[in-house]
């Protein structure tokens, strides 16, 4: 069994059939990493650390809630270096209330456990979507985040695409130039072009994902957009 990634999609080869999971992510479709660690492992081994980016290092031991290992060799009495979370979604990112996390276990017993989240790196302004799947004694824990950052740039840009349903031209609003994939749900290309604007006219009514990248500094922009 083959499993191919991209697009924020997972396509799981069966033989002759395509069993397409949708994974897209709230406004962008970019694809989810699992972190797990399991009770009674040692923190301070790479495998049991989460390595967000080169100063985020997320994990925990067998007391109290998750640190940051980059900096960091105890969650006890201090809240954990280089992140906030917030109780969110993307789409609510200017409205949500960032906060540091010292009481993991409070949180996450409680009211946050298989909630969606909003995870920030502060030092780079960088955003990650965050479920917590579970947290256990003796310092396991799961959890579910984006494998790629959001920056407020990308956000911003991900709410200018219009309009959505179309019916034939999909616009990307801006002077950006970009080079533009059209997919289906099966993640076969059916259209691809340059610019900033796409004809979807000729397209039968259905759900696509376009994929936008930015000619200038090559960041991907993904969006499921519905054709009429």
Not at 38 to 56: G, Y
Not at 92 to 118: M, R
Not at 157 to 165: E, G, K, R, S, V
Request: proline share 2%.
């Amino acid at each position: 069994m083959n499993l191919i990634k991209g697009l924020g999609c997972i396509f799981v080869n069966l033989g002759m059939k395509k069993l397409l999971l949708l994974l897209l992510l709230p406004v962008l479709g970019y694809g989810q990493y699992t972190f797990t660690k399991n009770a009674n492992t040692d923190p301070s081994l790479k495998e049991n650390q989460d390595r967000i980016s080169d100063k985020v290092w997320l994990t925990r031991g067998n007391q109290y809630g998750i640190y940051n290992a980059y900096d960091q060799t105890s969650a006890r009495n201090q809240p954990t270096s280089g992140i906030e979370l917030a109780l969110g979604n993307f789409e609510e990112l200017s409205q949500l209330n960032f906060e540091t996390i010292s009481e993991w276990g409070k949180k996450f017993k409680v009211n946050w456990l298989n909630k969606n989240l909003v995870l920030k790196l502060t030092e780079t302004n960088e955003y990650y979507s965050f479920v917590m799947t579970s947290w256990e004694n003796r310092g396991g824990f799961s959890y579910t985040r984006s494998s790629t950052a959001l920056s407020i740039k990308d956000y911003s840009n991900a709410l200018t695409i219009y309009p959505n349903p179309t019916t034939s031209i999909l616009i990307l609003e801006g002077d950006l130039e970009y080079d533009i994939e059209v997919y289906d749900l099966l993640g076969n290309k059916v259209l691809e072009t340059q610019g900033n604007s796409v004809n979807m006219e000729h397209l039968s009514t259905a759900t696509y994902i376009v994929k936008a990248t930015d000619k200038s500094n090559k960041k991907e922009l993904i969006y499921k957009v519905v054709k009429n």
